[in-house]
């Protein structure tokens, strides 16, 4: 079984980890490197794990984190904790795995957190209930069906005004040159008007006719759903109500001994209301238990364990960091008066790096951007291609860029030195008439030698930047992709990206539904190397002036 006993959480190693040196800081849990003790007890957890959650099943992946922490006589030992709002798996093992509690025991509800379920649960059974009427059906299928024959008879009754109009149109043109008595000329064309008329309140009377029938069918139905829809908003009411009450539960501690909960944590936030899920990840469940046993944190890690989700690139035993969305506010508060190592996306990997123009002239300049540098200024690096060129064209004018490379991404990268050459390069991209070719090694080998992948991006809410596989809200993506050669264990490739989503590349290179590898060095998507090995080598395009096509080749630095 798994125990979870509050007073038994910490686990001693069983491994030799006396020859690694203790960490200087605490590990900045947003972007790092494991330490060496975060290995070796993420290590042993994973044992345990292949007892009680085998990877060869169908059994949801899950993340878990390790944090290494010291005890008031200097002893060394680790606390373990899964994500979400649960202290254990449950299942036929006999594994013991100690995990940190939940910092809210949602199974311990108070009486007002009793009574609030009860009344949120009657809404629920009563709307059931009430959507459960064989009369709204019906009456929303006769609706639907009155619609239907009402634009049907209304475009026919147009249709034959269409034709009668062309009939008297045509019956005035004789009537103007005929030779005929002016008592019957006039009758003629107070019948072809009196025609017309009579057309037109055809018409008015159809239209009346079908709008009180469908105003009828419609007041019937509504009859029967307004009670549902003031139910829902109740329940909604008094959702948000308990909900605010779960988040207030949370009661998150710093090593100073301060608490807040967390409607306070994000009160100052963009979102300003903490996200469902918000306290329950693994890092705030270890340090919290950490900060109440008077445990003293020295580093952590958080690694994937199990089956890859549906949408977000997740690899089993790899690494990541904490998500920006829920754990980024409360992690600010807790790590309050600690020793934490810096930010390294505060450093500037692109200092000293030159930026080399492969092609200019008065309308257009080519650069050959190293991984690295980013494209457009940023939040705390102002460092960019744009405010290089800017710098050192000081006579160009409007925006720039008109187009982007990843930071992580090197290759070719082309800007406008004036607003016409802007405004055309814009266009040539919304009317693909520019070519791009990218060269990425990644990880394994590819059973094909050429494909394409089609999976919708959108961003993931949670965990900026990184995108997520969406059919139902992603935008569509497309690259085409050839195998060039295979170097050991690993494969380059030319991709050749057809829309220009964020992370396209890396995304589909990296999601199972893809070519299932992700890209040597992708520290979003995979693990970290020297660099990304992704770049932008081959960029065609028509001169915004001249339309002459252009066409540039960079070799790749990998």
């Not at 030799?16 to 790092?32: G, M, N, R, V």
């Not at 992948?453 to 965990?463: E, Q, S, V």
Request: aromatic fraction near 6%; include cysteine; hydrophobic fraction near 35%.
């Amino acid at each position: 079984m798994l125990n979870t006993c509050r007073s038994s959480c910490l686990t001693k190693f069983t491994s030799d980890i006396s020859q690694y040196p203790l960490p200087a800081k605490f590990t900045y849990p947003f972007h790092y490197q494991a330490h060496a003790l975060a290995l070796a007890a993420s290590e042993e957890l994973q044992l345990k794990l292949k007892r009680f959650h085998p990877v060869d099943t169908e059994q949801q992946g899950r993340m878990y984190g390790v944090l290494i922490v010291k005890d008031d006589e200097g002893s060394l030992g680790y606390l373990s904790a899964l994500s979400g709002n649960a202290n254990e798996w449950r299942g036929d093992t006999d594994a013991v795995i100690n995990f940190v509690p939940t910092i809210h025991q949602a199974y311990e509800q108070s009486e007002f957190e009793k009574t609030q379920q009860v009344e949120i649960n009657d809404i629920n059974t009563t709307i059931t209930r009430l959507a459960a009427n064989a009369d709204i059906s019906k009456l929303t299928i006769l609706l639907a069906t009155e619609v239907t024959k009402s634009d049907e008879d209304i475009q026919s009754l147009q249709q034959q005004m269409r034709e009668n109009k062309k009939a008297r149109k045509e019956k005035r043109a004789w009537l103007s040159s005929a030779d005929l008595p002016e008592d019957e000329h006039r009758n003629i064309s107070i019948e072809l008007s009196r025609a017309s008329v009579t057309d037109k309140k055809a018409l008015q009377a159809l239209k009346l006719h079908h709008q009180t029938s469908m105003d009828l069918t419609a007041s019937k139905l509504q009859q029967l759903t307004d009670e549902i829809e003031s139910l829902k908003k109740i329940r909604k009411k008094r959702s948000a109500k308990l909900q605010k009450h779960f988040f207030k539960q949370y009661q998150m501690l710093n090593c100073k001994g301060e608490r807040k909960d967390l409607t306070e944590i994000f009160a100052d936030t963009i979102v300003q209301k903490p996200p469902a899920g918000s306290g329950d990840c693994a890092a705030p469940k270890l340090l919290q238990y950490a900060f109440e046993h008077k445990l003293t944190p020295l580093c952590m890690a958080e690694f994937w364990w199990g089956k890859q989700p549906k949408s977000e690139i997740r690899k089993h035993k790899h690494f990541y960091p904490s998500c920006q969305g829920k754990c980024q506010p409360i992690l600010a508060h807790m790590l309050t008066g600690m020793d934490v190592d810096e930010n390294p996306l505060l450093i500037n990997p692109a200092e000293g790096l030159d930026l080399d123009i492969v092609f200019q002239d008065e309308h257009v300049v080519v650069v050959n951007k190293p991984a690295g540098l980013l494209s457009v200024p940023g939040k705390s690096i102002k460092d960019s291609v744009y405010t290089r060129i800017k710098e050192q064209f000081p006579q160009a004018t409007g925006s720039l860029i008109v187009h982007r490379l990843d930071m992580a991404t090197s290759g070719l990268l082309m800007l406008a030195l004036n607003q016409r050459a802007h405004k055309n390069l814009q266009q040539q991209f919304l009317d693909k008439e520019v070519s791009k070719r990218y060269v990425a090694t990644i990880e394994g080998k590819l059973e094909k030698s050429i494909g394409e992948i089609c999976l919708p991006l959108r961003g993931d809410y949670d965990d900026r930047p990184k995108q997520m596989v969406c059919h139902e809200h992603g935008k569509y993506a497309e690259t085409h992709w050839q195998l060039i050669e295979e170097i050991g264990n690993t494969s380059k490739l030319f991709l050749y990206p057809i829309t220009g989503r964020t992370h396209q590349l890396r995304m589909h290179c990296a999601h199972p539904d893809g070519l299932n590898t992700p890209i040597i060095g992708d520290g979003l998507y995979g693990t970290t190397a020297n660099r990304l090995h992704l770049h932008a080598q081959r960029l065609s395009f028509l001169h915004p002036i001249t339309k002459e096509r252009l066409t540039f080749e960079v070799k790749e630095g990998f």
